[in-house]
């Protein structure tokens, strides 16, 4: 299986920063990274697919990269409702596997 | 706006059976465009794929969970089900259903999840 590594475990920016977070993957995966942002007692968010494309009404201070084994996410100007915990998935191959996240603490 | 919903027992004893049902609504669950996929969530071994089922029947199952996994969709009642069967306590987690478009690899709705606790 495909094992996807995320780092830090957890961040502590105050709103309006810049902050980025990685992703890497145990294998090289092209673009196929997912990232998922949880909240407590919301349900879970699809925020970028296919390494750089935002999903939706997601804001653009939202912005994923990445080709390969190394992958990004990074939030500018962060805001109080970014507090969330950040999953990325691979989709290159079955079984799809999540990395442990990275929580945001503002 | 599609919405996805959990429900099943919170508590289940060990070795018996888990039973969840995920009733779509604000949309079909008929669309062969999309698959119908279980995720679970637990502090030991984080987010895990357990596999999926298709409107056609088709299912996928991980390795992980093969043996004791069953998926079912009901169509005419929009919901798709899981079953766990021979459950301990490592199968204690919070359990999603979600939405996968069937040609990509991502899970673009999920439902808010479900914790269900295995102990006697």
């Known amino acids: 299986d495909i094992q996807m590594f995320q780092s830090p475990a957890s961040l502590s920016p105050f709103v309006g920063d810049r902050v980025t977070m990685t992703c890497r993957a145990s294998q090289s995966i092209d673009t196929s990274v997912n990232w998922f942002q949880f909240k407590t007692g919301k349900v879970p968010k699809l925020v970028v697919y296919g390494a750089s494309s935002l999903q939706g009404e997601v804001p653009s201070r939202f912005r994923g990269s990445g080709y390969g084994t190394d992958f990004t996410l990074t939030i500018t100007n962060v805001q109080p409702e970014d507090i969330a915990t950040y999953y990325c998935q691979q989709g290159y191959r079955t079984p799809f596997t999540f990395g442990q996240g990275t929580k945001l603490e503002i | 706006q599609l919405h996805l919903q959990e429900s099943g027992p919170g508590q289940v004893k060990p070795w018996e059976t888990l039973s969840l049902t995920c009733t779509v609504s604000g949309g079909s669950i008929s669309s062969g465009d999309y698959y119908w996929d279980w995720i679970r969530q637990s502090p030991g071994q984080g987010l895990e794929w357990i596999g999926n089922?298709?409107?056609?029947?088709?299912?996928y199952y991980t390795a992980s969970f093969k043996s004791r996994v069953t998926m079912s969709i009901d169509t005419s009642r929009g919901h798709f089900s899981l079953k766990m069967s021979s459950v301990t306590a490592a199968d204690t987690a919070v359990y999603y259903c979600a939405r996968h478009p069937a040609r990509d690899n991502w899970f673009d709705h999920w439902g808010q999840g479900t914790p269900v606790t295995v102990s006697s």
């Open positions: 089922v298709h409107h056609s029947g088709d299912t």
